[in-house]
């Protein structure tokens, strides 16, 4: 049966890749750093599960010393703007059929594999098909280009540079809900909303959850660190355990009222500050003041999408 | 109740808010919160390494990334700004629709970075919504180069998550998994499209004001 340890297994020769293409990049003053961090990460996804928990802490461990210390860094761009366009030109719109693959390969087969619960892993079904859907569109663009795995693989390495550490952000995150969990944290803090939100209040604590979640994007400027704060302290306690949300509904909609938070905070600098700057403007929240306006009706229409799609 | 668990939690706006790198908070507010719960760094190390190892598909999104740079290699971004050349001399409404809509419908298949400020922004939309605007002055000029800007975000944030592949949609089925709830990635994008209908229509909306204004 195909499932995450084949997917999984993709992943890791993926990494190792990276890891192998950052070694070789002697333009990068840090390539041994990014080739340390790539390698670990293909460790964990082909041999995580013989790891045991304590190795596989250890492991995070590096990571994090890896990225706290600097040691990433930006290796080269090999390919040329001139030759891109010439290529623009050849290939025209079709370039995006190609991007069309994945998520096409995705839907059908998240829709159509649960049919086939001997073949793919019917809980993994979205993910093996994302991996079916990557191999397909590789396969396709190597036929079509007519190039072979290095290409792709090389640029792959080129983006992969460009997240950097921030790539294991998300999964770090996810992770801490684990400890979050382990410690009462939910528990605790549904408690103590329990005193400040009114009593059994179900729209109280949507208003409490969505607005909350667009606050804290704001103070930290990142929804994604967000996510786990608000869905601990509201989320999960209030409205899925006490009031039976839909858990889909919850997560998915709460993170977008947290996006609405990152429309309209300078702590979002990438999004709001560089542009700013890239533009040449003399106000450098002026990004941030023309986002407002839609960024708060877009959070009240996301709280009542909760509060009406959840229950 | 031990409410000293929730120091993890100010750990993390602390340190988010300092801007300090956003791993190392993460692995000190998992260490605080593990201590203040009463268990041993070893046991702490343990219980973070099972997460992570138990929610490594969360990471998987990055198998994507060879065949975008494949396609950007070829000219992806090149023929997205030419889509965009192909909108001049449009009036600023139709401009920053065409463009909002474009943005928004390339992030929902996964292509976040065939546009963006440095992509096309500054090249082409800034410049472009200013000739189409004609602005009396540098204020105004100022406000419609920002307004491009917001513009681009919000096609990128409300359109991404309908891609099943991304961090954030990974990350929610990861977190509520160790919280013992399981969704797929699927439910989850599929609940990004009403958002993402509605931020057309709000920005839309104001797209549609400014062009009345500036005539």
Partial sequence: ?311 | MNYWVLSGIVVMIGGFTLRLNALIVVALAALVTGLAAGLDPAAIISAFGKAFNDTRYVSVVWIVLPVIGLMERRGLQERARSLIEGMSGATLPRLLTGYLLLRQLTAALGLTSVAGHAQTVRPLLAPMAVAAAQPQDEDEAERIKAFAAGTDNVGLFFGEDIFIAIGSILLMKGFMEQNGIVLSPFDLSVWAIPTAIAAFAIHGFRIWRMGRASR
Avoid at chain 1, 113 to 132: C, E, G, I, M, Q
Avoid at chain 1, 217 to 234: C, H, L, S
Avoid at chain 1, 251 to 260: K, R, S, Y
Wanted: with cysteine; net charge neutral; glycine share 10%.
């Fill in chain 1, 1 to 311: 049966m195909i499932g995450l340890t084949q997917v999984y297994i993709l992943a890791g020769i993926t990494f190792a890749a990276f890891a192998l293409l950052s070694a070789q990049d002697s333009a990068n003053p840090k390539r041994w750093g990014n080739a340390a961090f790539w390698a670990l990460l293909a460790l964990s996804m082909l041999a995580g599960d013989r790891l045991g928990d304590f190795a596989n802490g250890v492991l995070v461990l590096a990571l994090v010393g890896i990225a706290g210390l600097g040691g990433l860094g930006r290796g080269t761009d090999r390919s040329e703007p001139a030759q891109r366009e010439v290529e623009a030109a050849r290939h025209g719109n079709r370039l995006f059929l190609l991007a069309l693959v994945i998520p096409l390969t995705a839907l059908a087969g998240t829709l159509g594999f649960k049919y086939l619960p001997a073949l793919v892993d019917p809980k993994n079904v979205t993910l093996v098909s994302l991996a079916l859907g990557v191999i397909l569109a590789l396969s396709i663009g190597m036929v079509w280009l007519r190039t072979g795995p290095a290409e792709p693989l090389h640029e792959g390495r080129r983006l992969m540079d460009a997240v950097g550490w921030a790539a294991i952000l998300p999964q770090m995150l996810a992770s801490l809900g684990a400890v979050f969990a382990l410690a009462g944290v939910g528990a605790v803090v549904g408690d103590l909303m329990s005193a400040v939100i009114p009593d059994g209040s179900r729209l109280a604590a949507v208003i409490a959850y969505g607005l909350g979640m667009a606050l804290f994007t704001m103070v930290m400027g990142n929804a994604f660190a967000a996510f786990p704060v608000m869905t601990a302290a509201i989320g999960l306690p209030l409205l899925i355990g006490q009031h039976h949300g839909d858990p889909a509904v919850v997560a998915a909609i709460g993170m977008l009222a947290g996006f609405c938070g990152t429309l309209m905070t300078p702590m979002a600098a990438n999004f709001n500050v560089v542009p700013a700057a890239l533009l040449e403007l003399k106000d450098r929240n002026a990004v941030v003041k023309a986002q407002i306006p839609t960024a708060l009706p877009l959070l009240a229409v996301n709280i009542a999408l909760i509060w009406l799609l959840a229950f």
